[in-house]
C-alpha cells in the first residue's frame, strides 16, 4: 500500500512508519499489543481478545501449543526478530540462511515465517506442494522492497531495455534482485536471463551476471548495489541511479548506454540511518574497536568500516571474536542485543545509541504469533502466504539460480 501524490511521487507507507518505535533504550521491552498500536504505525487486524495479553501469558499459550503441534509446525525466525519471538524459532538465520532451510524442511506440514512478507513469499515458492507458509502478520513488509513496486520494475525494464536495443551488445542487461523484493519482481529475472541475490552471495550473483551480459540493473537497494560494484571493480563513474519517479529514470539514452551498473533508487531505513559520526565517536570511545557493518550501509560508512558483511557474517565475527575485543555494530538492534547477551565476555554495542528496530519486522508481536497458532489448532490456517503458478515458475528458477552459486 502506497500514499500516492500528485505528480507520480509515491512514499511507501512502511518508509513513513519507519522510526515508530525508536526509543533511547530505557523502555525497550515487549507490551501488550494495546500498548504498541499506541505506535501508530498499521497493524493487521486481529479479534480484540488478543489486546490485552500480557507478554507472559502469551508466553505460556505459545509454549503450550507448541509442544502440542510437535514437528507438524515449524517456526522460522529472522536474526532482526524481538527476543519474545526468536525464543520460538526451531530454527534462525538471515534471508539466505532461511530460504535455504524452507526449501529443506519438507517433513514439517506448517511452516511460520517470522519475518517480513518477502521473506515468507520467498519460503512459499521453494517449500514442498504440501507445505503451506503463514506470516504471523501481514503488515509486516519490508520499507526497501516498497521502494520497488512491481509495475515501476516492470515499466522500468522495458524501457532500459528499449533504449539499449540500439547498442549491439549481445545481453545488453542482466537483472538482478536482491531477496528483498516481490515474488514478481524475481519471476521477472527468472524470465530474462536475470538471478536473486543476497547480502551473502552478491559478489558471485555479480560474476554470474557479467558472463552472462554487459550490465546489470540491481533493484531495489542501490547501497548493496553499489559497494557490491565498487568491490567488483566497477567505477562511480560506471553505475546510474535509475529513479521511478522520473522520465527514463532520470537518466539520458547516452548514460544508460555508458553504465554497466544501474542502481534501483531504493535503500534500507535501518541501515542508512549509520554514519561516518558514529564511527568516529566509537573509535574515539575505544581505540582498538571493530567496525563491523551490514552491506546495505551507505559505501561512507562501508569505506570506514574493519569489516562489512551480512547479518551470518556478523554473528560469525562476534562468535569467533576474542574475549575482551570491542566490538561497535551497524545493523538491526535485536541482532545486536541478542549478540551482546550472548557474548557477555566481548564489548558488544550498536553504532547508534538510539534503539531503532525494524518497524516491519517489529510487527510481528508475540499475540500475532499465538494468534495463527491457536487458528491452526481450531483447524484454520490464518495468514497464508500463496504465489500463483506462473509467478511460482519463473521466480523458483532466478531462486534456483542464487541456490546453484557456487559457496
Ligand atoms: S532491516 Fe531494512 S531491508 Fe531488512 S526488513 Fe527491515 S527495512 Fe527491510
Not at 525494464?157 to 536482491?178: A, C, F, G, H, R
Request: overall charge negative; glycine content about 6%.
Amino acid at each position: 500500500m502506497v500514499i500516492k501524490y500528485q505528480n507520480k511521487i509515491n512514499i511507501p507507507i512502511t518508509e513513513l512508519e519507519q522510526s515508530a518505535f525508536c526509543q533511547d533504550g530505557s523502555n525497550f521491552r515487549t507490551k501488550t499489543l494495546e500498548e504498541e498500536f499506541n505506535s501508530g504505525v498499521r497493524w493487521q487486524k486481529i479479534p480484540t481478545r488478543y489486546l490485552k495479553l500480557s507478554p507472559d501469558e502469551i508466553r505460556e499459550s505459545i509454549k503450550k501449543l507448541k509442544d502440542a503441534m510437535g514437528s507438524k509446525v515449524t517456526i522460522l525466525g529472522h536474526h532482526y526478530q524481538r527476543e519474545d519471538v526468536i525464543e520460538f524459532s526451531d530454527l534462525q538465520g538471515d534471508s539466505f540462511l532461511l530460504s535455504k532451510l524452507a526449501a529443506e524442511k519438507n517433513d514439517s506440514e506448517i511452516i511460520i515465517f517470522c519475518g517480513v512478507h518477502f521473506m515468507a513469499e520467498t519460503a512459499e515458492i521453494l517449500s514442498a506442494n504440501n507445505q503451506k507458509v503463514i506470516l504471523p502478520n501481514m503488515a509486516a513488509g519490508c520499507s526497501m522492497a516498497d521502494m520497488a513496486a512491481t509495475e515501476d520494475v516492470k515499466r522500468s525494464w522495458k524501457q532500459i531495455n528499449e533504449t539499449l536495443s540500439s547498442t549491439n551488445d549481445k545481453k545488453p542487461v542482466i537483472p538482478v534482485t536482491y531477496m528483498n523484493s516481490t515474488a514478481s519482481i524475481k519471476a521477472l529475472c527468472g524470465e530474462n536471463n536475470g538471478i536473486v541475490c543476497t547480502s551473502s552471495n552478491a559478489d558471485k550473483a555479480f560474476e554470474w551476471a557479467f558472463e552472462r551480459g554487459e550490465r546489470i540493473l540491481f533493484v531495489p537497494d542501490q547501497h548493496l548495489g553499489r559497494n557490491t560494484g565498487l568491490d567488483y571493480g566497477i567505477k562511480e563513474s560506471e553505475m546510474v541511479i535509475w529513479d521511478p519517479y522520473k522520465k527514463n529514470g532520470g537518466l539520458s539514452d547516452e548514460e544508460l548506454i555508458k553504465s554497466k551498473l544501474i542502481l534501483w533508487k531504493g535503500h534500507c531505513s535501518v541501515h542508512t540511518r549509520f554514519s561516518v559520526d558514529q564511527i568516529n565517536s566509537a573509535r574515539k570511545k575505544y581505540p582498538d574497536v571493530n567496525i563491523l557493518v551490514h552491506p546495505e550501509c551507505t559505501n561512507e560508512v562501508v569505506s570506514k568500516a574493519d569489516y562489512v558483511g551480512s547479518t551470518e557474517y556478523i554473528k560469525n565475527m562476534v562468535h569467533n571474536a576474542p574475549s575482551g575485543s570491542n566490538w561497535a555494530i551497524g545493523t538491526e538492534i535485536n541482532l545486536v542485543k541478542r549478540l551482546a547477551h550472548t557474548y557477555t565476555d566481548k564489548n558488544v554495542f550498536c553504532l547508534d545509541d538510539m534503539i531503532c528496530p525494524c518497524s516491519t519486522m517489529y510487527r510481528v508481536h508475540p499475540a500475532y504469533l499465538l494468534w495463527v497458532m491457536e487458528g491452526l489448532v481450531a483447524g484454520y490456517v490464518i495468514n497464508q502466504i500463496k504465489v500463483d503458478d506462473k509467478t511460482q515458475e519463473f521466480s523458483k528458477l532466478s531462486l534456483q539460480r542464487m541456490l546453484d552459486l557456487p559457496s
